[in-house]
């Protein structure tokens, strides 16, 4: 069982920069890669960003390409999520996600695809 925790969310003005984390326990060593998504009221679920446990492989969505960079930290079983030029459409809650066996690269955008999922911490960007 892998248990995940977000932190670092927050209340931030349109054009700035947060750095959201993840902690992974539990089993973490059977873990394969994982994510980020985003929900803001009334919407569904959102892909945000995917990385592997190598690193080899990270995925972003479109709306958040050049502005957003996941990383991993193996040795502190840790994730974040580097959000610069945030726009108040960013304003969702965030929740990490892991998954314990390979996927293809297209899958790791998938909700339904990862097991572990954390509480979530707010990102709220104002205008």
């Known amino acids: 069982q892998v248990h995940v925790v977000e932190s670092g969310g927050g209340l931030v003005q349109a054009g700035g920069s947060l750095r959201l984390s993840c902690a992974a326990s539990g089993r973490t060593r059977s873990i394969y890669a994982m994510a980020w998504f985003r929900q803001a009221p009334g919407k569904e679920r959102e892909f945000v960003a995917a990385?592997?446990?190598?690193?080899?492989?990270?995925r972003y969505a479109d709306s958040v390409k050049g502005r957003f960079f996941i990383s991993g930290d193996n040795a502190k079983n840790t994730q974040y999520l580097q959000m610069n030029s945030l726009k108040p459409e960013d304003t969702a809650l965030y929740y990490c996600a892991a998954r314990v066996t390979p996927i293809s690269s297209i899958a790791l955008t998938m909700p339904a695809q990862f097991g572990s999922w954390g509480q979530g911490t707010q990102v709220t960007i104002s205008s």
């Open positions: 990385i592997n446990r190598s690193g080899g492989i990270t």
